[in-house]
């Protein structure tokens, strides 16, 4: 898992440590030592924490004239035990959506397992972005299997062309154009 990178080809547009508006602004990540872990297994420096022991994230694009975010995480996002959807949600989510972000774009191909408990923190962070909406892609079948036993695809938008998108030979904007297409199709 060490060897698995978040997403850097649109750091010269973007980068959250940098960015005083970010949760994430000053974050530093030490490139010379392996100091996260999931489960026993190190991961790459560059994922940021939000304070769990089971998911990682990285901010990788926020446009806040566009309101909208893309975050792509790794590990295993385990709401049963480590309540990540509430450390992702306190942590992160509110703070973008105080800043205006209604629109969120979730990368999920580096997300092994989900473990689901209630949906509230979900549908919370659904009704904070009521003109806006939520999107997964490239989660793993088994894991988006695991999230619609628990109701959260009453709230994040999987399936369909999300699940196998060429995301990463897309600039961010185009990624979002691209995203937003597909749901307002969707969406009516």
Do not use: C
């Not at 508006?21 to 530093?28: C, G, I, K, N, W």
């Not at 309101?67 to 790794?74: D, P, S």
């Not at 385990?78 to 800043?99: G, P, Q, T, W």
């Not at 998108?165 to 691209?178: G, K």
Request: aromatic fraction near 16%.
């Amino acid at each position: 898992m060490h060897t698995i990178e978040p997403h850097y080809n649109w750091i010269e547009q973007y980068s959250a440590s940098e960015d005083p508006r970010s949760p994430l602004f000053e974050a530093e990540n030490n490139l010379n030592a392996f100091t996260n872990t999931i489960y026993g297994y190190y991961i790459h420096p560059q994922w940021d924490s939000l304070e769990s022991d089971t998911l990682f994230l990285k901010i990788l694009f926020v446009d806040y004239d566009e309101g909208i975010a893309i975050i792509e995480f790794i590990g295993e996002w385990n709401d049963a035990i480590e309540n990540d959807i509430m450390s992702l949600k306190r942590n992160i989510i509110d703070l973008m959506v105080h800043e205006g972000i209604r629109k969120f774009i979730l990368v999920g191909e580096n997300v092994f397992n989900f473990h689901g408990s209630d949906d509230s923190y979900y549908e919370e962070w659904f009704e904070d972005v009521e003109d806006g909406w939520i999107a997964g892609i490239n989660f793993q079948e088994h894991v988006i299997r695991e999230m619609h036993q628990f109701n959260v695809d009453n709230y994040v938008n999987f399936g369909g062309q999300l699940d196998e998108m060429p995301w990463r030979t897309y600039e961010p904007r185009r990624l979002f154009t691209t995203v937003d297409g597909i749901l307002r199709r969707r969406l009516g």
